[in-house]
């Protein structure tokens, strides 16, 4: 018996060892190679009676228990990311797009668009630097702006096919500086670097722009838009547009933020005119009234017999601290109605008194003229046809409650503000509604 259970322990003792030696030969020398991700396939030439053809065999076939869950995984990601692809491009789709138009201020009245119609920033902030730029964006347009004496031709760092170029017509001089800015323009356009042009021109105070002609589309040129300063009787509302003259920039007048105290405060003065005299000239008509009527010792006239192009620190704050402590300003007649004057003193909310007369020249002589853009705005201005008449109107003034003119000057330092942002808005639709309308 004993014998008997000794064989079945020796037998089952050889079985563990066969059976460890055949674990350890399938762990430690067996060459196949078993992953999760596939099966080991076979192919083996099976003899048909057309020769020998290659077949598939599957042989060898290891299982692999999460295929068909890395099957299932892999195609939901794959939904996953085409939905994500059609949702970014129904987002692309909706986003408005966005345009570049690059201003190249060779004129002063360059600033008056970029700070006080666009807003835009300027860097650096000192007036006397060579080159000044900046960046803003208005409606669908990304605009930037370069100004200055260093910012010549083929030296502004073009990035775009859209310029507006802003320049003087006035005499000339001027005439020929802006000639050969549009003439490196036209190059550029024979290269396509450029494909869309815009001018403001600070234009004749006569009207008198026959030169610029040739360059407008509708001649054969290739300016497609001209905003022109001035009632020049080109003025059609389709490529060329009235532009404000805007402040004299030119001498340094800043953008005038207005304040409570502005609006509210006593005003010692009833007016004020601070400007040349011209011999035989309305200027010299109104002054000689004033003084014939006493008037002048109620306001702050200071008359000089040259124009001067520049102010002096001194001269300019004297004509600005004039502005703010005057009730009115008195606008005469130069050779043209629309002077610098009329806007500076919507910006110390000052109200111009203006001269309205039609100047001799090429200007349009129509019912609405002059300063036909400002009186379709409804500026809130006094205007006389006769400086005899501005004794009465000072008599009136002086009756005046102070709640009256408080409310005076809100209005118009609320009508220049919304004037301004008119003219921003009509700049930045004609653009768009020109350069971009089939983009």
């Not at 360059?110 to 730029?133: M, N, V």
């Not at 190059?187 to 021109?201: D, K, P, S």
């Not at 589309?217 to 300016?223: A, D, I, P, Q, Y």
């Not at 004297?318 to 919507?346: D, F, H, K, M, W």
């Amino acid at each position: 018996m004993k014998k008997h259970h000794r064989k079945i322990f020796i037998l089952i003792v050889f079985v563990y060892v066969v059976f460890s030696l055949y674990a350890a030969y399938n762990v430690f020398f067996n060459t196949k190679v078993i992953t999760r991700v596939h099966r080991v396939v076979k192919k083996i030439t099976v003899a048909t009676s057309g020769g020998g053809v290659v077949a598939p065999y599957i042989g060898d076939d290891v299982w692999n228990p999460w295929e068909d869950e890395q099957a299932n995984a892999l195609s939901a990601l794959h939904k996953q990311r085409e939905a994500f692809r059609q949702y970014q491009e129904r987002i692309d789709k909706n986003r408005p797009k966005r345009y570049k138009v690059q201003i190249w201020g060779k004129a002063a009245i360059g600033l008056y668009l970029w700070e006080h119609i666009l807003e835009g920033p300027l860097s650096p902030t000192d007036i006397q630097a060579q080159w000044r730029e900046g960046e803003i964006q208005v409606g669908k347009i990304d605009f930037s702006f370069y100004t200055g004496p260093a910012v010549i031709q083929g030296h502004v760092p073009l990035d775009t096919d859209s310029v507006v170029l802003v320049l003087n017509g006035r005499e000339q001089q001027k005439i020929s500086y802006a000639t050969r800015w549009l003439q490196h323009v036209q190059t550029l356009m024979q290269f396509h670097a450029v494909n869309r042009v815009a001018v403001v021109l600070l234009g004749s105070e006569r009207c008198t722009n026959d030169w610029i002609s040739p360059y407008l589309r509708r001649h054969g040129g290739f300016v497609d838009l001209l905003f022109l300063v001035y009632d020049s009787p080109w003025v059609n509302d389709k490529d060329v547009f009235q532009w404000p003259l805007g402040v004299a920039t030119y001498r340094q007048f800043p953008v005038v933020m207005p304040n409570s105290h502005m609006v509210s405060s006593t005003r010692p003065f009833l007016c004020n005119f601070l400007g040349t005299v011209y011999k035989n000239s309305s200027r010299e008509a109104l002054m000689g009234i004033l003084k014939q009527t006493g008037l002048d010792k109620e306001c702050i006239t200071t008359g000089r017999e040259k124009w001067l192009p520049q102010e002096t620190v001194e001269s300019l704050r004297r004509y600005q601290t004039a502005l703010a402590q005057s009730e009115l300003t008195l606008c005469p007649v130069g050779i043209n109605t629309e002077c610098y004057r009329i806007y500076e003193a919507c910006a110390y909310g000052s109200i111009p008194v203006v001269e309205d007369m039609v100047t001799p020249g090429g200007c349009s002589a129509a019912r609405s003229s002059p300063l036909r853009l400002l009186k379709a705005a409804g500026a809130p201005f006094i205007f006389l046809k006769d400086w005899k008449e501005l004794p009465g109107l000072l008599e009136k003034e002086k009756m005046m409650s102070q709640e009256e003119r408080t409310e005076r000057r809100r209005r118009l330092l609320e009508w220049y503000s919304s004037f301004r942002q008119q003219m921003k808005d009509r700049f930045t639709e004609v653009l768009e509604e020109t350069f971009f309308k089939n983009s």
